[in-house]
T-cell receptor, first 114, second 111 residues
Framework: KAGVTQTPRYLIKTRGQQVTLSCSPI?????VSWYQQTPGQGLQFLFE???????NKGNFPGRFSGRQFSNSRSEMNVSTLELGDSALYLC?????????????FGEGSRLTVL | KQEVTQIPAALSVPEGENLVLNCSFT??????LQWFRQDPGKGLTSLLL?????REQTSGRLNASLDKSSGRSTLYIAASQPGDSATYLC??????????FGTGTRLQVFP
């Protein structure tokens, strides 16, 4: 059974650019959530999608957005990149909605903003 | 506001020792608590999930307990091995339905 797949694994962008990250959940999982991990702030919740609807959103500026497709795959987008957006972006999937079940994480997308 | 703290921040032990990692949270209104392991530069691997109605969960050499009333969870690792070296994170599902992570404990087990 394939795990959670995130692409790309590594990318380098410059300030002002935008980036799109992709997450394919485990087959049968309908909930996808996104997290930002930095040395200073740790792991912070970005947003969660279930059945193509955003159910929850963390405290991030509007430059961070996401969406989920009918096959449960999800993308997140960051526009007008800032140096502080350099981080490891992780997505996780679970079978039901919310966090009542076990979460499975991908390997992450490491974004470097120069 | 829910806050999750892990103590100690770092731990270095010789192989074979039994050890305890601590996680505390400020708001007892949680759905569940999960322990994760993260290797450097990698994603998170789920170790144990404890529902709010449960007191403990066990998997192999790992045992996690939950005391909601006191806002504490412990992860017990028996007979530690060098392969256990990683960062251990606890996370609670708060009643706002968001997952809130602790600050992590970096564990090193040396031969």
């Amino acid at each position: 059974k394939a795990g959670v797949t995130q692409t790309p694994r590594y990318l380098i962008k410059t300030r002002g650019q935008q980036v799109t990250l992709s997450c394919s959940p485990i087959s049968g999982h309908r909930s996808v959530s996104w997290y930002q991990q930095t040395p200073g702030q740790g792991l912070q919740f970005l947003f969660e999608y279930f059945s193509e609807t955003q159910r929850n959103k963390g405290n991030f500026p509007g430059r961070f957005s996401g969406r989920q497709f009918s096959n449960s795959r999800s993308e997140m987008n960051v526009s007008t990149l800032e140096l502080g957006d350099s981080a490891l972006y992780l997505c996780a999937s679970t079978r039901g909605s919310g966090y009542t079940g076990e979460l499975f994480f991908g390997e992450g997308s490491r974004l470097t903003v120069l | 506001k829910q806050e999750v703290t892990q103590i100690p921040a770092a731990l270095s032990v010789p192989e074979g020792e039994n050890l305890v990692l601590n996680c505390s949270f400020t708001d007892s209104a949680i759905y569940n608590l999960q322990w994760f392991r993260q290797d450097p530069g990698k994603g998170l691997t789920s170790l144990l999930l404890i529902q709010s109605s449960q007191r403990e969960q066990t998997s192999g050499r790992l045992n996690a307990s939950l005391d909601k009333s006191s806002g504490r969870s412990t992860l017990y690792i028996a007979a530690s091995q060098p392969g256990d070296s990683a960062t251990y994170l606890c996370a609670v599902t708060h009643n706002t339905d968001k997952l809130i992570f602790g600050t992590g404990t970096r564990l090193q087990v040396f031969p």
